[in-house]
């Protein structure tokens, strides 16, 4: 077997593991869409758990630098993360109201970025999308914000649901394109 061969076999096969992840990927967003307050639960448990994992990782980088003043800061901020996490972990509920109010404002802060990018590049072929962009994600952002904290149960569920969804269709777009060209190449 010689070197192209060899390089045609692993990206065929990463191409069908890169197909697989995408449809299960668009699997996903279609039950957090249709389950959106067990996904909105199910993202509070995740986002608990990470920033446990967090401080913890804080809490031995702190400890390995000895340096007194990162190591308290390090420890400060570890302390922060697992008290958070733990919050979020046994207060689900309540942790899902502030995932939503949080990613409302996100939301607005993303759409500020995107209206001054895309007066930045306006010149620029395309940038009008940039503009268009920031309005949707300005809409939303205005929608979730007037609507809670009675959207709590369905937002975060719902819009992880769709990114998950159009990242799966895209992944598989841009797969299944991967996989002509690898047909392509000499076997």
Same mark, same amino acid.
């Given at each position: 077997?010689?070197?192209?061969?060899?390089?045609?076999?692993?990206?065929?096969? =990463?191409?069908?593991?890169?197909? /697989?992840?995408?449809?299960?990927? !668009?699997? =996903?967003?279609?039950?957090?869409?249709? &389950?959106? =307050? =067990?996904? *909105?639960?199910?993202?509070?448990?995740?986002?608990?758990?990470?920033?446990?994992?967090?401080? $913890?990782?804080?809490?031995?980088? %702190?400890?390995?630098?000895?340096?007194?003043?990162?190591?308290?800061?390090?420890?400060?901020?570890?302390?922060?993360? #697992?008290?958070?996490?733990? @919050?979020?972990?046994?207060?689900?509920?309540?942790?899902?109201?502030?995932?939503?109010?949080?990613? &409302? $404002? @996100?939301?607005?802060?993303?759409?500020?970025?995107?209206?001054?990018? +895309?007066?930045?590049?306006?010149?620029?072929?395309?940038? %009008?999308?940039?503009?268009?962009?920031? #309005?949707?994600?300005?809409?939303?952002?205005?929608?979730?914000?007037?609507?809670?904290?009675?959207?709590?149960?369905?937002?975060? *569920?719902? !819009?992880?649901?769709?990114?998950?969804?159009? +990242?799966? !269709?895209?992944? /598989?777009? /841009?797969?299944? +394109?991967?996989?002509?060209? $690898?047909?392509?190449?000499?076997?």
């Amino acid at each position: 077997m010689n070197a192209t061969s060899s390089m045609s076999s692993i990206g065929r096969e =990463a191409v069908r593991w890169s197909i /697989l992840l995408s449809i299960l990927m !668009i699997v =996903a967003g279609v039950l957090a869409i249709t &389950a959106p =307050a =067990a996904a *909105g639960t199910a993202v509070t448990i995740i986002v608990g758990v990470m920033l446990i994992f967090s401080g $913890v990782a804080h809490f031995a980088f %702190g400890w390995e630098t000895r340096d007194v003043g990162g190591m308290v800061w390090e420890m400060l901020l570890g302390v922060l993360y #697992v008290v958070v996490g733990v @919050y979020l972990l046994s207060h689900v509920a309540a942790g899902l109201t502030s995932l939503t109010l949080a990613l &409302a $404002v @996100y939301l607005f802060l993303e759409a500020v970025l995107e209206f001054v990018l +895309s007066f930045q590049f306006r010149p620029l072929p395309g940038s %009008g999308w940039l503009l268009v962009d920031g #309005v949707v994600t300005l809409i939303l952002a205005i929608a979730i914000w007037k609507t809670w904290p009675s959207n709590t149960p369905w937002v975060i *569920g719902t !819009i992880v649901g769709v990114s998950m969804l159009f +990242s799966g !269709i895209t992944r /598989l777009a /841009l797969s299944l +394109s991967a996989r002509d060209v $690898v047909g392509k190449l000499p076997s």
